[in-house]
């Protein structure tokens, strides 16, 4: 029986690389009503997405770019989406 390695989807960007990776690591989360980007805050997330853009990075693009890249999207995404309402205490 041939087996196969499941492979990732091809994306068009090295950015939406960056998300796939993020969500697959759970390091992020999209708003269920709105579909903003928010940031778990979960350190092992983040070191797991890190694991996976030092060692498995698009193709043409080397190691250092990808976790450069993971990074960026990282500073880019808050901890709340901006149009729920905020909690109250």
Do not use: N, Y
């Not at 196969?4 to 690591?25: D, F, H, M, N, Y």
């Not at 060692?55 to 880019?76: C, F, G, K, Q, Y």
């Amino acid at each position: 029986m041939l087996m196969t390695k499941e492979r990732r989807p091809a994306l068009r960007t090295l950015r939406g690389w960056a998300i796939s990776v993020l969500q697959e690591a759970g390091a992020i989360r999209e708003c269920e009503e709105h579909g903003w980007m928010q940031d778990r805050a979960d350190p092992h997330a983040r070191e797991r997405a890190f694991d996976i853009a030092r060692r498995d990075s698009p193709a043409d693009v080397a190691p250092e770019e990808a976790v450069a890249e993971i990074r960026d999207v990282l500073d880019s995404i808050g901890g709340t989406c901006p149009e729920c309402p905020p909690e109250a205490d």
